[in-house]
Nanobody
């Protein structure tokens, strides 16, 4: 059974940091691109970052220099999103996505507010 489980969201003040995790099971993890998306209220889901099987990364313009995506293919089958210098406009539900199976996690809420 394919499963993606996100964790690490929460409430943080502007300028703070969070680290999101996405643990994958039931699928071939290492050969496929993984993405983080986010969706804010009344907005479309957008790509935040992606990491290819070779470790190459790409980021959305609004998060470049603040967010870092990484992955562990060896044992943990996990992808992370380190988010620094968070801003109120980063508030959204964050989802991980596996391009091989087009699977989605359940999402984790990130709220940036003072």
């Amino acid at each position: 059974q394919v499963q993606l489980v996100e964790s690490g969201g929460g409430l943080v003040q502007p300028g703070g940091s969070l680290r999101l995790s996405c643990a994958a099971s039931g699928l071939t993890f290492e050969r496929y691109t993984m993405r983080w998306y986010r969706q804010a209220p009344v907005k479309e889901r957008e790509v935040v970052a992606q990491i290819f099987d070779d470790g190459h990364t790409q980021y959305g313009d609004s998060v470049k220099g603040r967010f870092t995506i990484s992955r562990d293919n060896a044992a943990k089958n996990t992808v992370w999103l380190q988010m620094n210098n968070l801003k109120p406009e980063d508030t959204a539900v964050y989802y991980c996505h596996h391009l091989g199976t087009f699977s989605w996690g359940q999402g984790t809420q990130v709220t940036v507010s003072s």
